[in-house]
């Protein structure tokens, strides 16, 4: 078995969920302590995600106008910047490490996506 095992099919499963998590968790946290931004970010990054997901080429995407490389590297891009926030925004206490937490999860998932399948005639 490969070690990149999240295929595209895994990969959309999880996309709504994150979603709506990143939407609420924020409220159910109580994040922005450190900085309002550590709220906002999260929410406004939520509504993204969604977005990117109803307009991503997989099963799940409800529009599929979005190539399935480019939301990778769209999430790849978020990743790095929710592992950065802390330092760029001045995020402490809970609201470093739910960017911490999350910006690894999302690298550690692309990194453990698995390459596409080339169509074969």
Same mark, same amino acid.
């Given at each position: 078995m490969s070690v990149?095992?999240?295929?595209?099919?895994i990969h959309a499963y999880l996309?709504?969920? *994150?979603?709506?998590?990143?939407?609420a968790l924020p409220f159910v946290l109580g994040l &922005?302590?450190?900085?309002?931004? /550590?709220?906002? $970010?999260s929410v406004v990054t939520g509504v993204a995600a969604f977005v990117l997901?109803?307009?991503?080429?997989?099963?799940?995407?409800?529009?599929? *106008?979005?190539?399935y490389k480019f939301h990778l590297a769209v999430d790849l891009l978020? &990743?790095?910047t929710f592992l950065a /926030?802390?330092? $760029?925004?001045?995020?402490s206490g809970i609201d470093a490490i739910y960017?911490?937490?999350n910006g690894a999860a999302v690298v550690a998932v692309i990194s453990l996506s698995a390459p596409e399948q080339r169509a074969t005639a």
């Open positions: 990149r095992f999240v295929t595209r099919t996309d709504y969920p *994150v979603a709506v998590a990143l939407m &922005g302590d450190s900085n309002p931004m /550590a709220f906002w $970010l997901t109803v307009l991503t080429d997989h099963h799940l995407g409800m529009w599929r *106008v979005l190539p978020v &990743g790095l /926030a802390p330092s $760029l925004f001045g995020f960017y911490w937490l």
